[in-house]
């Protein structure tokens, strides 16, 4: 390259200076309102499944209570109980990683204390204490969104 063509280049750049710059500003207000968009977007999924999975958890202490207390077998039917659980169990996985863990130990332990859980105040705790477990985790995912 010549001293000319430097100096061309030089009063290239000085000349579209504003030009330059306004490309710089819009690439870069571009990939800032991309990146908003993606994370609003994960946010409104988040928030939608959290409080989806909070509707199923109300149903399912719903039957947990009316089996336990009432021993309704009509609606305390711990078989109903199982589409809330497995419902449940799908939702979370539009949630963050500790509210899976804690929907994935919700099912775990109806499957395994379901069957006595209208008889059985132990399995009424464990249910119980996993459904305030996962409500919780949904809460604190909810509650820590931008």
């Known amino acids: 390259m010549t001293e000319k063509d430097n100096s061309s280049i030089r009063a290239q750049i000085s000349r579209n200076a504003v ?3 306004s490309l710089v500003v819009a690439v870069g207000s571009l990939g800032y309102n991309t990146w908003r968009n993606e994370l609003t977007e994960a946010n409104r999924n988040v928030r939608s499944a959290g409080f989806q999975l909070m509707n199923e958890i109300a149903k399912l202490q719903q039957v947990v209570l009316l089996s336990h207390y009432d021993m309704d ?3 305390g039917n711990p078989r109903v109980g199982w589409t809330h659980v497995i419902a449940i169990k799908d ?3 539009s949630m963050p ?3 899976q ?3 994935d130990d919700l099912f775990l ?3 395994d204390n379901w069957d006595s859980l209208a008889n059985t105040p132990a399995s009424l705790d464990k249910i119980d204490s996993s459904i305030n477990n996962a409500k919780g985790k949904i809460l604190r995912a909810i509650e820590a969104l931008d």
Request: aromatic content about 12%; overall charge negative.
């Open 19 to 21: 030009a330059l710059i």
């Open 73 to 75: 077998d009509v609606r």
């Open 91 to 93: 939702l979370a996985y």
């Open 97 to 99: 990683a500790d509210v």
């Open 101 to 103: 863990t804690a929907c």
């Open 109 to 111: 332990v109806w499957q």
